[in-house]
């Protein structure tokens, strides 16, 4: 079973980035990004993908331009997540066959993202939308579309987002912040995958 769960690795570096990253995949997260704005990230979508590209969904965030979406494709990453909604962002991440998780808060910017193609909706920031909020732009969504909230969500608030009806979550400073050793990741990374486990019951 693949967990509804992308780890965001904001900030690591190549060196860093496959033992930070096994430490994620032990755990059970799968889908890992690296966020454009990090230190040399195609480098380190390279050497994900050598390491783990058999196993595991490996891809880039904070992408913002279609071109961005060819380099890392390029890099062998199937996976792009965006903060924003950019229609020609989630075509050509859709037309190249990688997986497309666009930002979105309002229903305007939802089915404007299916419309274009999107694998999936990534609610961002899902602290500032609230579970309330979240309700409402669900109750709208096509039946089977898969809304992973971003942002201020982790072990303490997993249960009332999953009971809300989110399907998945990414994982972003509750999972991994620069510095951090490859075991410090592993154990917030278990942390944080028993929570959304626990959230089933």
Known sequence: MTLPLIGILR????????????????AGITQIEVPLNSPNPLESIRRLVDAFGESAVIGAG?????????????AGGRLIV???????VIEETHRL???SWPGIVTPSEAFEALDAGATGL??????QVGLEGMQAVRSVLPTGTLLYAVGGVGVDNFAAWRAAGVDGAG????????GQ?????????????????????
């Open 11 to 26: 900030g690591v570096a190549p060196d860093e980035v496959v033992d930070i990253a096994k430490a994620v995949l032990d």
């Open 82 to 88: 965006s903060p924003n909604c950019r229609p020609a």
């Open 62 to 74: 904070t992408v913002l331009t279609p071109a961005q979406v060819r380099e890392v494709h390029a």
């Open 181 to 201: 050793s490859a075991s410090q990741v592993g154990q917030q990374a278990q942390a944080l995958v028993d929570a959304w486990l626990a959230g089933e019951q």
């Open 97 to 99: 066959g990688m997986a």
């Open 171 to 178: 994982l972003g400073s509750a999972l991994y912040k620069p």
């Open 122 to 127: 990534k609610l961002f920031p899902a602290v």
